[in-house]
């Protein structure tokens, strides 16, 4: 697979064009970005469902507290450092997003508990209208948020969810969407 399967996207213009969509009626597909490799197939997925239905890409980093608590001038510049790199990170993956997907992402950073900051964006900004997540596919099974969501936390969400396989390649992403 290559380093970034999104830089082999071919550029198109969204279906519908000269369609003229509200802010309520336009889809948002939101991506939680991690570390993880499977994040990207989600982010693959969602920039293609936004380009070809004319919706967008809106991407949140969740920044978990660190266990410095005790030394708080060490832990101010952690949770510094750590936001600049989320930052950074958010404007990177928002410049693919913008050249694959046709629009600029909404970006979102927050601070604390993945799943409950996921589940209280959802519930906060109601142009979020689809969680797109992909799964592990190995032996620890499809991770936190997949497990969690789609478990006992599946009551609180307001959206649906879509799970991508995270071990599709990029051309098996692209038949599907």
């Known amino acids: 697979m290559p380093a970034?399967?999104?830089?082999?996207?071919?550029?198109?213009?969204?279906r519908g064009e000269g369609i003229i969509m509200t802010a309520e009626q336009t889809r948002v597909f939101l991506v939680v970005?991690?570390?993880s490799e499977e994040m990207r197939a989600a982010l693959r997925y969602a920039c293609a469902r936004a380009r070809h239905t004319g919706g967008r890409v809106a991407l949140l980093r969740v920044l978990?507290?660190?266990?410095?608590?005790?030394?708080?001038?060490?832990?101010?510049?952690?949770e510094e450092e750590a936001r600049q790199d989320a930052e950074e990170l958010l404007q990177r993956l928002a410049a693919e997003v913008n050249e694959?997907?046709?629009?600029?992402?909404?970006?979102?950073?927050?601070?604390?508990?993945?799943?409950?900051?996921?589940?209280?964006?959802i519930?906060?900004?109601?142009?979020?209208?689809i969680l797109v997540l992909a799964a592990d596919t190995g032996p620890r099974g499809p991770?936190?948020?997949?497990?969690?969501?789609?478990?006992?936390?599946?009551?609180?969400?307001?959206v649906p969810v879509t799970i991508v396989p995270g071990h599709l390649k990029p051309e098996q992403i692209d038949a599907i969407t």
């Open 4 to 14: 970034n399967p999104l830089r082999r996207w071919p550029t198109r213009k969204p």
């Open 33 to 35: 970005v991690d570390d």
């Open 100 to 121: 694959f997907s046709g629009q600029l992402p909404i970006l979102y950073v927050r601070e604390g508990n993945p799943r409950e900051q996921l589940i209280a964006l």
């Open 64 to 78: 978990e507290p660190n266990e410095y608590q005790h030394f708080m001038a060490i832990a101010n510049l952690m």
């Open 143 to 158: 991770g936190p948020l997949v497990t969690a969501l789609t478990g006992k936390f599946v009551g609180r969400l307001r």
């Open 123 to 129: 519930d906060e900004e109601p142009q979020i209208s």
